[in-house]
């Protein structure tokens, strides 16, 4: 019994440790925000749109690739008409990416409500809601990872090891 334990260890440790030793390399590349929509408020502020609008220039420093965005469109559940405010969001978020020149598409819209356990007090009390998240990241043909090691794109995490 001790033999076959042995000799099943010693066929196992052959077999696996190449699949360990081997190096794994990946990073992550992506632009993202979120930002807080006033209550009843339908629209992205100007300042946002100039972040998006950066983020979007930086995407299009990745070489080969399309723009995917993925965009959050919420409402807080206390928001007067939640399902109409997710929609218009996400509506005028995507408008927006679109005029920026990311494909129809490429733009995926994920519509949620918020409750008060997703939320944040600030210290006088009041509620912060960040009702909006938009987040840019490459479509490649075949595997991105040799995005990882082009000096043109800045990674979000590095080599893992």
């Not at 030793?21 to 992550?28: E, G, I, N, P």
């Not at 938009?134 to 990882?148: A, N, Q, S």
Request: hydrophobic residues 40%.
């Amino acid at each position: 019994m001790k033999t076959k334990l042995l000799a099943l260890l010693v066929l196992t440790a052959t077999t696996v440790t190449p699949w360990f030793s081997t190096a794994a390399y990946a990073c992550t590349i992506g632009e993202g925000m979120e930002t807080h929509v006033p209550f009843g408020a339908t629209d992205i502020s100007n300042a946002d749109r100039l972040v998006i609008a950066n983020m979007y220039i930086e995407a299009k420093k990745w070489p080969d690739v399309q723009i995917r965005a993925e965009v959050i469109a919420g409402a807080y559940k206390g928001e007067q008409g939640v399902e109409r405010l997710k929609k218009l969001r996400g509506e005028n978020v995507k408008a927006y990416l679109l005029m920026l020149g990311i494909k129809n598409e490429n733009i995926l819209t994920d519509k949620r409500t918020f409750t008060d356990a997703m939320t944040e007090r600030a210290p006088d009390g009041s509620l912060t809601v960040e009702q909006v998240s938009v987040e840019l990241t490459p479509l490649c043909e075949g595997r991105c990872g040799r995005l990882c090691n082009d000096p043109r794109v800045t990674p979000n995490s590095k080599l893992i090891q």
